[in-house]
């Protein structure tokens, strides 16, 4: 069966940080490019950070610097970094997982509030 499964979310203080985990099953995660994506109360959904099969990362400008996304092909997981982070952070965090023609695939969410 194939599955994303987000962890690590909560609620953190302005300035705290926290890292999320995603956990793959039933794909060849290695040779997966996969991203972190967020929602926020009343917004759509917007790329927050990816990384590809081969390790390259780019990351959306509000996080630039904050947030660092990487993976472990060997436990199947990717993980999201996030430091320094502001009530605007606040949102549903989803994973991602894409590997071209097949559809993309979607964890089911974790939230993150970054509140005082």
């Known amino acids: 069966q194939v599955q994303l499964v987000e962890s690590g979310g909560g609620l953190v203080q302005p300035g705290g940080s926290l890292r999320l985990s995603c956990a793959a099953s039933g794909i060849i995660f290695s040779i997966y490019n996969m991203a972190w994506y967020r929602r926020a109360p009343g917004k759509q959904r917007d790329l927050v950070a990816a990384?590809?099969?081969?390790?390259?990362?780019n990351y959306a400008d509000s996080v630039k610097g904050r947030f660092t996304i990487s993976k472990d092909n060997a436990k199947n997981t990717v993980y999201l970094q996030m430091n320094s982070l502001k009530p605007e952070d606040t949102a549903v965090y989803y994973c991602?997982?894409?590997?071209?023609?097949?559809?993309?695939?979607w964890g089911q969410g974790t939230q993150v509030t970054v509140s005082s």
């Open positions: 991602n997982g894409r590997k071209v023609p097949t559809a993309p695939i």
């Open positions: 990384i590809t099969s081969g390790g390259s990362t």
